[in-house]
């Protein structure tokens, strides 16, 4: 197999668990067409977040019954089949995910009041706001890979102190991180409020914040593919060239991170796996990854003479559960190499946090302080 990594989803591990029939019942109060009622969550038994159909029954509600393993934890939503007719809360807001853990038999009766496609810009239920200065470059192209915006965060300091020049943080899944309007949920990782806490209680230097929006093409650009050499090379032919001469910037490898979550997680450790020498930290929350030993252990990486820095955490419940596997061989192989754990790899684990943006949005001081403390 000629790839570094491939995603942990895929893989199967079988674990000794108790079976629980989980029988989920939608009444849908409106359907507006003929399409099916779905579910679509975060295990492979409902789609790893594609959608997989209902039944209709002659009363009028949708069943599907699932076997899950005792003991694992699931997100999940209802949608008709898109995301752009996903079900609304009565409140007429699109909902967080649903929450589920099972422990045995059980039911789930779900009311559909509207859908999303029925109500006129429904949104998220808002939580925050966008903190400082943001510039956001539309439709930026490069070869290979979809169109998309690019949103840069300017430091506090950026138009009083004309002279001073900044290190760059480079984040995925730019629609997520400064603005909860267009996050998926509503909450965005608050990465703007972040580092403003963080430089105002005098805990991290002044940055750059650039969010590159995702696209449909997100799992492969994503990943270590022909479409994520694309992006990769869009990331530092195109994007980074633009912002070091647009803005004032410190452009170094020593000045310039990358960071994301999950898929994202996986393209930060991309980037400075194959590009060292652009990029000398990446802050891997929750990542998708999985490695090929061979490739990893007969690399001469990291390059002499450009040493890289790693955060990496993970949380505990849910698809969190099924990415650990991935976190712990990467540690595993990253100590084998040379890392060194509490200096230039930090781990962290929170076995109580859910895969989202909320949670995201907690621990990103952590590796914000980690790569751009004030004592670094």
């Not at 209902?54 to 005792?70: A, C, H, I, L, N």
Request: hydrophobic residues 40%.
């Amino acid at each position: 197999m000629n790839r570094l990594l491939v995603l942990i989803a895929v893989l199967s591990l079988p674990l000794p668990c108790n079976a629980a029939d989980v029988t989920f019942i939608v009444t849908p109060r409106s359907m507006p067409d003929t399409g099916s009622v779905s579910i679509a969550g975060s295990h492979d038994l409902i789609g790893n977040w594609q959608s997989i159909p209902f039944e209709r029954y002659p009363d009028g509600t949708w069943r599907k019954t699932v076997e899950f393993d005792s003991g694992v934890t699931v997100d999940f939503k209802i949608t008709r089949g898109s995301w752009d007719n996903e079900a609304l809360d009565e409140d007429l807001t699109v909902p967080g995910n649903r929450h589920l853990t099972v422990t045995g038999d059980t039911t789930i009766i779900i009311t559909i009041f509207k859908w999303k496609d029925e109500v006129a810009g429904a949104k998220p239920k808002i939580q925050g706001q966008i903190t400082g200065t943001v510039i956001t470059h539309k439709n930026m192209t490069g070869a290979g890979v979809l169109p998309r915006d690019v949103h840069v965060w300017l430091p506090p300091t950026y138009d009083s102190k004309t002279g001073k020049r900044y290190p760059v943080l480079y984040m995925h899944d730019g629609q997520q991180i400064f603005d909860p309007r267009t996050s998926t949920h509503g909450i965005d990782w608050q990465i703007d409020e972040a580092v403003t806490r963080l430089v105002a209680d005098s805990k991290m230097r002044e940055v750059i914040v650039v969010g590159v929006n995702n696209t449909a093409n997100r799992r492969s650009e994503y990943s270590d593919t022909v479409d994520g050499k694309a992006y990769q090379d869009f990331l530092i032919n195109v994007v980074k060239p633009f912002i070091d001469e647009q803005y004032r910037t410190l452009p170094g490898r020593e000045h310039t991170a990358a960071m994301g979550a999950s898929m994202g997680g996986l393209a930060s450790f991309l980037l400075v796996w194959h590009h060292p020498d652009v990029f000398s930290m990446a802050a891997c929350l929750s990542p998708a990854f999985w490695l090929d030993w061979d490739e990893l252990r007969t690399s001469t990486w990291p390059i002499q003479g450009m040493p890289v820095r790693i955060y990496m955490d993970n949380g505990g419940i849910g698809l969190e559960e099924r990415l650990q596997p991935g976190c712990d061989l990467m540690l595993e192989a990253l100590q084998t190499k040379g890392f060194i754990l509490g200096k230039d790899l930090i781990w962290f684990k929170d076995k109580n946090a859910a895969h989202t943006e909320e949670e995201w949005a907690r621990r990103a001081p952590m590796p914000l302080q980690y790569h751009f403390g004030i004592d670094n």
